[in-house]
């Protein structure tokens, strides 16, 4: 049954979508009237034109990034995860590294692109690699500050039932943190994009970087756009796919 | 519904000590040598200021530290780490709040690697008996703090435990909360039977409930005072002021608490 509802909600639902098109309205209509080349800046409809038009190339380009980001991601995760359970069950442990993975996070992780590729080629391992760099510090953080956020009376809580540190771990410590740690996969997740790309922009054969960068030296605005589009995708997807993953294995607090 | 009874345990508590170290190595006599006996189903109910004791006590008798002397033996069985039983009721719920009511019932059995199952419809009555049936597959943000309590004490409760400690579990409820729960914990506890250490810092609540109060001291933590608290059952909290004997014993623990000049009259 369809009720009616008070322009308020209606308004305040669909905002987002409303001010997108107002503004990729105006960039469409504003372009031809400011006499600027469609080389230079080309509208809305044509990106959106030339994306389904290119859409075999922009795939296979696509596919060589969305692999690099992915690795690198899954890397960050697997070193990540296991270096923050470190951290957090020995205080010496964290004492020696906490330094000196703060003075690592303040190397600007792209000043290290040219490196990358003097050591491991044109191929796809330096974007790996600096995808991995720039994804593993937001997790490590994200994952020891979720740990250490936990009530200690939880834990009091769960070792008055006898728990094992093994079942406190996984029936409370774990469970209490995913919130933290899923947010922190999110991060690392866009900033894997950002690694992978910066990597493609500096050395390579294949992937949106690259392609982005001929369109570049082709004076190809559009594809250039396109590509740009095709990048941020890329980094919309994977968000939504980590977020689909933590609203299967976490309950949000806060939903009624 | 089937009745649940649960027999109290007995509980015998000898020269007990506990002594912190601070960070300027010093020691802190938070317990000094303490003698309790507690006879099967008694409600007890252990009132003082902060750093008295009483917590300390607590961790003790849940097995969470260790004592530094002395010995706790629960129906003559010396415990020196968490026991099945004796169930455990903090000051807030700590529910998990991503498990339902009825899975966060069922933790201590899981724990223990019992079967799930079998305890799931004794979980249900649980709920009942504090008037939340139905309430198993809601989560714990789905109900009010007196609520959650509740599911709390059921927790403590699922594996019929002699023992139930219960650690200022009414501190954090709103006053007309805290009166509800108070009535239905006696209620609870004249069904079940189980020998209860109840810690407070509420006179009034003390006096309420216990059958025994033991009021401590720190520094160090000894118990001034044993009171017995011969009132009819069940108490009614409304009518607890019309009775001559509540203000007797009311009177006695302020009295204590005066000497030692943890109250100060004015």
């Known amino acids: ?256 | 519904m089937n009745v649940i009874i649960q027999a109290g345990a007995a509980v015998d508590i000898a020269r007990l000590s506990k002594i912190y170290k601070t960070r300027e190595d010093e020691d802190v006599v938070a317990l000094d040598k303490i003698d309790l006996k507690f006879e099967p189903g008694t409600f007890v109910a252990v009132v003082g200021p902060s750093g008295c004791g009483k917590s300390t006590l607590l961790s003790l008798l849940a097995g969470l530290t260790g004592a530094s002397t002395g010995t706790i033996a629960i129906d003559g069985e010396t415990i020196n780490k968490p026991h099945p039983k004796i169930g455990v009721v903090f000051q807030s719920d700590l529910l998990l709040y991503w498990r339902t009511v009825l899975e966060n019932i069922l933790l201590p059995i899981e724990i223990k690697r019992l079967d799930v199952a079998r305890y799931r419809s004794r979980a249900e009555e649980l709920l009942a008996q504090v008037g939340l049936e139905g309430f198993g597959n809601k989560y714990p943000s789905e109900l009010s703090g007196g609520m959650r309590q509740r599911v709390a004490i059921c927790r403590a409760l699922i594996q019929e435990p002699g023992l139930l400690l219960m650690d200022e579990p009414f501190g954090a409820l709103d006053a007309l909360t805290r009166e509800q729960m108070i009535m239905d914990l006696q209620a609870m506890w004249m069904r079940l039977g189980n020998t209860v250490l109840f810690i407070t810092h509420g006179i009034d609540e003390a006096v309420f409930l216990a059958d025994r109060v033991l009021v401590m001291s720190p520094r160090p933590g000894r118990v001034d005072l044993d009171l017995n608290i011969d009132m009819p059952r069940p108490r009614q909290w409304s009518r607890i002021h019309e009775n001559k004997d509540y203000h007797g014993y009311v009177r006695k623990i302020r009295d204590i608490f005066e000497a030692k000049g943890i109250l100060v009259a004015h």
Request: charged share 15%; no cysteine.
């Open chain 1, 1 to 256: 049954m369809r009720r009616k509802k008070s322009r308020g909600p209606w308004l305040e639902r669909y905002s987002a979508i409303i001010l997108a098109t107002l503004l990729l309205g105006a960039w469409q209509v504003l372009v031809p009237l400011s006499g600027l080349s469609e080389f230079v800046l080309p509208t809305p409809v044509a990106i959106a034109t030339r994306i389904v038009n290119e859409l075999p190339l922009l795939a296979s380009h696509a596919y060589v990034t969305l692999f690099e980001v992915v690795s690198g991601f899954a890397m960050g995760v697997l070193v990540g995860i296991p270096l923050a359970l470190a951290i957090f069950y020995s205080r010496a442990f964290e004492r020696a590294i906490y330094p000196i993975l703060v003075a690592l996070q303040t190397v600007p992780k792209v000043a290290l692109a040219p490196l990358l590729v003097l050591y491991l080629g044109y191929g796809w391992a330096p974007k790996i690699t600096l995808a991995f760099l720039i994804s593993f510090f937001p997790i490590v953080i994200s994952t020891v500050v979720g740990l250490q956020a936990l009530d200690k009376n939880l834990v009091n809580l769960v070792r008055s039932m006898g728990a094992s540190e093994w079942q406190t771990f996984f029936k409370v410590r774990l469970p209490a943190a995913l919130p933290n740690i899923f947010g922190g996969f999110k991060v690392a997740v866009s900033l894997a994009v950002i690694g992978a790309v910066i990597g493609e922009y500096v050395a390579a054969e294949r992937g949106l970087g690259y392609l982005q960068l001929q369109a570049n030296s082709l004076f190809d605005t559009t594809l250039n756009f396109a590509t740009v589009v095709a990048i941020s995708g890329l980094g919309v997807m994977l968000y939504f796919v980590i977020d689909f993953v933590e609203s299967r294995v976490t309950y949000k607090r806060d939903t009624k």
